[in-house]
Nanobody, 119 residues
């Protein structure tokens, strides 16, 4: 059974930092691209950052220079370090594991963790 469990969310003041973690089980973690999405109330879910199985990273323009995604394949963990947080970063953050091989796509999701940026 595949499980993705996020942690590390919470309430932080503008300008602060948080580190989100996502623990994966039930998949061959190293073969999956890992992604962080977020969804604010009334908004569509958006891709924040992704890291391939090989370690290449991409970021949404809105977080570029502030967020860093990383992974630890030995521990089946992916992280999102968020710095200089802004109120518009407030959202539920979701971890996603993605793999597409020979036309077969697998996507798994965590339950989400709330991040609130407010003074």
């Amino acid at each position: 059974q595949v499980q993705l469990v996020e942690s590390g969310g919470g309430l932080v003041q503008p300008g602060g930092s948080l580190r989100l973690s996502c623990a994966a089980s039930g998949i061959t973690f190293s073969s999956y691209a890992m992604r962080w999405y977020r969804q604010a109330p009334g908004q569509q879910r958006e891709l924040v950052a992704s890291i391939t199985s090989g370690g290449s990273t991409t970021y949404a323009d809105s977080v570029k220079g502030r967020d860093t995604i990383s992974r630890d394949n030995a521990k089946n963990l992916v992280y999102l370090q968020m710095n200089s947080l802004k109120p518009e970063d407030t959202a539920v953050y979701y971890c996603n594991a993605h793999r597409s091989v020979f036309g077969v796509t697998r996507d798994y999701w965590g339950q989400g963790t709330q991040v609130t940026v407010s003074s």
